[in-house]
């Protein structure tokens, strides 16, 4: 009879066959209340799950990533339960656990209000509230196919024939609610305390743009209210937050139909672009980078070469000329790197040879993932690409690591997460050449002393990559920056160098982007910071105001001193009340605000003002000017 080895390395053994549920029982009434499911041999499962040989459990609860990520399934079945009592004449598709929480797709004659999703939240509870066991079943494909037809349930019975014939099917049943699921799913519906339905919105089935809409609705889930409090506070944050309003707010750019997924820039945003661009400049050529300049548009050819051709078609915008030659805007920069460095011929006293781009890409994404600067058709990738020896390639890549993690500083990110993505099924290249690259990137990690996440099977079709994720000020996690490590490429063009013993060799090849796209990274700086950018980044310093006609020419004058200086800083002269000016430029949120009357002209000084009303009183222009040039040296600002 089953001997259980629990995590702690202590054995329990039972008589007779035993389930997770049983066992947690066993061990402790605490554990047996808290239980949500169990993992036998590294596979989770129901608590129900009967145990009947030798193995390996640990009771999952709660307070483990896979007990919330269980509880957040079980509420998006709880969800489409609800909308079945509710309006029974919709139909169920899918309801996946998504970061955060969970949504469910229904074909209904309408869309849902409002009005509705309060509805459907309220009969969630009511459901909770009934402690309905949630017993899993398996039928045979053909049976659970036939069972949702009879009820009406279309799409479940397409999904469910999809499925080879001869398997069995896992349904889900709490009270008079049937669902399809692998599962597990929490014991029973009593489980489900803390949950909000969160927005509501449109959605292809299985997203493609020529099927029929549903209506999706998003809801999360947590193990705790204040859990739950929190994450609602940090949406509301958001909201206050959101790029695309903020954007309208500041003048900084605007999207329109014409143009899908690509920014119109205005000069205010433009000028916050090009300072980024600049300040990226500066710190590549610190680090030894030269800067270059590919193609927009590249033949067919040069991506069949590279690959992107067979394993990235569909995202990307291809055109036929009258020739009949066939051209691809790219979507990367990597062969136009490639193509540079096979220019002439190369020695080992070259590398490492780091090229950096500012290279424009366009990538198809479909319409509905469009979102602001975070989502766009249309963008610029801080590239480089780096050529160096396998005896360089470590240190290459700490050097890279190292520098991206103090760009982040610069700019408010102290909490960066590092993952380390390897191989993915469909792939180029040896498993051998895999090795050593995938040993190379978590060397460099481990001799900077640097904690990272595994994420197999997550690399690119190249070569295994690092993803650099940023947690902004309300606790949002972003991906940028990228650091991976490439043999393929430079196999599959065919370059070399020469070594220092006269032989030909191939050189690795290293992509590296440090923001990603600069207009994402550029929304996200705007989320971050709300709008309220540091002195440094701010496409404006400081407004400068009179408060009556006798100080205009004091305050031209003013304004063209801090202009000279090296200041980005505009004159308000207009005849209006010095309170109507300040709140009116308040609204862009300005870093200062300087304010001219006759008794700082007769001074000879200004009135400075600081974002959020901080009045800092009168000081000399050259005192003004030493604070700031301080200010901007030091990348100050807060968050």
Not at 571 to 581: H, P, T
Not at 613 to 621: A, K, N
């Amino acid at each position: 009879m089953p001997n259980i080895t629990l995590p702690d390395g202590s054995v329990r053994s039972f008589d007779l066959p035993v389930t997770v549920g049983e066992v947690a029982a066993s061990i402790g009434a605490g554990l047996a209340k808290a239980a949500l499911a169990g993992r036998v041999g590294g596979r989770l499962v129901d608590l129900s799950h009967r145990i009947e040989a030798d193995a390996e459990l640990a009771i999952v609860t709660d307070k483990s990533p896979e007990g919330l990520e269980i509880i957040r399934h079980s509420t998006a079945h709880l969800l489409a339960h609800a909308v079945k009592e509710l309006f029974p004449e919709a139909q169920v598709t899918i309801g996946p656990v998504i970061e955060n929480g969970f949504y469910y797709d229904f074909a209904y004659t309408r869309p849902f209000t409002p009005d509705d999703l309060a509805a459907i939240e309220q009969r969630m509870a009511e459901i909770a509230r009934r402690e309905l066991p949630v017993q899993r079943e398996v039928w045979p494909r053909d049976k659970a196919v036939a069972f949702f037809e009879s009820i009406g349930e279309h799409y479940k019975a397409e999904i469910i024939a999809s499925i080879p014939s001869d398997e069995d099917v896992s349904l889900y049943r709490q009270g008079d609610f049937i669902d399809l699921c692998r599962g597990p799913h929490v014991p029973s519906t009593g489980k489900l305390k803390v949950f909000k339905l969160t927005k509501l919105a449109g959605a292809y089935w299985r997203g493609r743009s020529d099927n029929e809409m549903l209506q999706r609705v998003y809801g999360t889930a947590w193990a705790k209210k204040d859990e739950l409090d929190g994450y609602l506070h940090m949406l509301e944050e958001a909201e206050k937050r959101d790029h695309r309003k903020l954007g309208q707010q500041l003048d900084f750019f605007h999207f329109q139909e014409e143009a899908p997924g690509s920014v119109f820039w205005h000069p205010k945003g433009w000028r916050l672009f090009q300072t980024l661009i600049n300040y990226m400049r500066e710190r590549q050529e610190e680090a030894g980078y030269v800067e270059v300049n590919t193609p927009d548009v590249m033949d067919r050819a040069l991506w069949e070469t590279s690959g992107h051709w067979q394993n990235y078609r569909q995202n990307m915008f291809t055109t036929t000329t009258e020739d009949e030659r066939v051209f691809a805007l790219k979507p990367m920069n990597c062969p136009g790197a490639v193509s540079m460095f096979a220019q002439g011929l190369k020695s080992y006293r070259d590398l490492p040879l780091r090229m950096a781009e500012f290279g424009k890409v366009h990538r198809y994404e479909p319409s509905g993932a469009l979102h602001g600067l975070l989502r766009v058709r249309h963008f610029t990738q801080d590239d480089a690409h780096i050529f160096c020896t396998e005896a360089q390639m470590e240190q290459e890549c700490r050097d890279v690591v190292a520098l991206i993690l103090d760009i982040y500083k610069d700019f408010g990110f102290d909490d960066v997460r590092i993952k380390l993505s390897t191989r993915p099924e469909n792939r180029i290249g040896s498993d051998e050449v895999w090795d050593k690259l995938e040993g190379a990137l978590a060397a460099a990690l481990d001799h900077m002393g640097m904690a990272y996440e595994l994420f197999p099977g997550e690399g690119a079709f190249y070569g295994p990559k690092l993803e650099f994720v940023l947690r902004d000020t309300i606790g949002r996690d972003w991906q940028c920056g990228t650091l991976q490590v490439d043999m393929s490429l430079p196999e599959r063009f065919d370059i070399d160098y020469v070594a220092e013993d006269n032989s030909r060799k191939r050189p690795v090849m290293l992509h590296r982007a440090l923001f990603g796209s600069l207009e994402r990274f550029t929304g996200i700086l705007i989320e971050h910071y709300a709008g309220a950018m540091p002195l440094w980044l701010a496409p404006v310093h400081a407004v400068v105001m009179n408060i009556s006609e006798g100080q205009a020419e004091y305050a031209t004058e003013v304004t063209k001193s801090l202009k000279r200086a090296g200041f980005r800083v505009e004159a308000d002269l207009r005849n209006e009340k010095i309170n109507y000016k300040i709140r009116e430029h308040s609204v862009h949120k300005l870093p200062y605000q300087i304010v001219i009357g006759e008794k700082e002209k007769a001074a000879g000084v200004v009135a400075v003002r600081a974002r959020g009303g901080q009045d800092l009183g009168q000081m000399p222009l050259d005192s003004l000017i030493e604070r700031w040039r301080r200010e901007v040296e030091a990348k100050a600002g807060a968050v």
